[in-house]
C-alpha cells in the first residue's frame, strides 16, 4: 500500500455514491477497492500518460485497503438534475469527452491478469467505461470536464457507451428521472445532436436503439441478480422499482425505435 498523499485526516462522506460509501480526505476521494481495482488504476495510468485530463489520477490504496483518487472539483449531477444537463451545449460537449476519453485508451494493455467488474465484449475497440450518467460526471460552470467511477470499465466496443450515455443524458425515458420526460420527437432531435458530437459511425447509428435496449434490460437483470446474491444497496434500487424503470425505458426505446433511428442517419 502507498502513504496517503496527503496529510489530512477528516473525512466527508461526499453525496451520490448509490452502490458504494465515498469519502472525501484533503484532495483525494477515497472508495472501495475490488479485484477490478490494479486494471482501473492502470487504466487511469495510461490515460494520464496519454494526456487526458477528463479523469481522477489513482494513487494506490490507503491503510485501509480504500483505492486513493485525485478530488476533481465541480458538481456531479443527480436526479433531478440541474437544467444546465439538458442544454445541447451540454449533450455536445458530453458526447467529445467521451469519444476524447475513449481514443485516449486506445493502445491500452491491461494487466496479464486483469479483473474486470464486467467481462470483456467483442469487439474490444476501446475500454468502456460502462456507467457515463451525469451522476458519474463533474460539471464546472455548467459544462461537463470529467467522468468518475471508473469501476465498472472494461475492453468493449464503443457503441456499448454510446447508448447507455445516450440513454442517460438525452434522456431516452418515458418517465423522466425525477423530472419532466422529454417529448418523443425532441428526444429524436437531442440523440441525433449527441451522435453527431460523438462522431458516431454510421453501422453503429444502425444498431444503436437495439443496443440501448440490450444495455436496459442488462441493468434490470444486474439488479435483480445482486440482489438476489445479498447485495444490499442492489436490494434497495430493487426495493425502490429500479428494474422496472429500466424495462419500462426499454420497452419505450423499442417502440419509438423508427423515430429515434431515423434521426441518427
Known amino acids: 500500500m502507498l ?11 461526499l453525496a451520490g455514491g448509490g452502490v458504494n460509501v ?18 482501473v488504476h492502470a487504466l487511469l495510468g495510461h490515460l494520464t500518460a496519454r494526456g487526458f485530463t477528463g479523469a481522477p489520477r489513482a494513487h494506490g490504496l490507503d491503510g485501509q485497503g480504500r483505492e486513493i483518487l485525485d478530488f476533481v472539483p465541480g458538481t456531479a449531477a443527480c436526479d433531478p438534475v440541474p437544467p444546465y444537463v439538458r442544454d445541447d451545449a451540454t449533450l455536445r460537449a458530453v458526447a467529445g469527452l467521451l469519444r476524447a476519453y475513449h481514443d485516449a485508451t486506445t493502445g491500452f494493455t491491461p494487466p496479464g491478469d486483469a479483473a474486470w467488474y464486467f467481462p470483456p465484449r467483442q469487439p474490444a475497440e476501446v475500454v468502456c467505461h460502462a456507467d457515463i450518467a451525469p451522476y458519474n460526471c463533474v460539471f464546472r460552470d455548467g459544462a461537463p470536464v470529467a467522468f468518475i467511477d471508473f469501476d465498472t470499465a472494461h475492453p468493449g466496443p464503443r457503441l456499448w457507451d454510446v447508448a447507455y450515455a445516450a440513454y442517460r443524458f438525452v434522456p431516452l425515458t418515458a418517465q423522466g428521472h425525477g423530472e419532466a420526460p422529454t417529448p418523443v420527437p425532441e428526444q429524436a432531435r437531442r440523440l441525433g445532436l449527441f451522435c453527431d458530437a460523438y462522431g458516431l459511425a454510421a453501422a453503429d447509428r444502425a444498431a444503436l436503439t437495439d443496443v440501448v ?6 441493468m434490470a437483470r444486474l439488479i435483480r441478480e445482486k440482489a438476489a446474491a445479498g447485495d444490499a444497496a442492489f ?7 429500479h428494474d422496472a424503470l429500466y424495462l419500462a425505458d426499454a420497452a419505450h426505446v423499442a417502440r419509438h425505435a423508427l423515430v429515434l433511428q431515423e434521426a441518427v442517419r
Open 22 to 39: 465515498v469519502v472525501r480526505v484533503g484532495d483525494t476521494v477515497r472508495r472501495p477497492a475490488g479485484p477490478w481495482t490494479p486494471a
Open 3 to 13: 502513504p496517503d498523499p496527503t496529510g489530512s485526516t477528516t473525512e466527508e462522506i
Open 213 to 218: 435496449g440490450e444495455r436496459l434490460h442488462g
Open 235 to 241: 436490494a434497495a434500487h430493487l426495493a425502490g422499482g
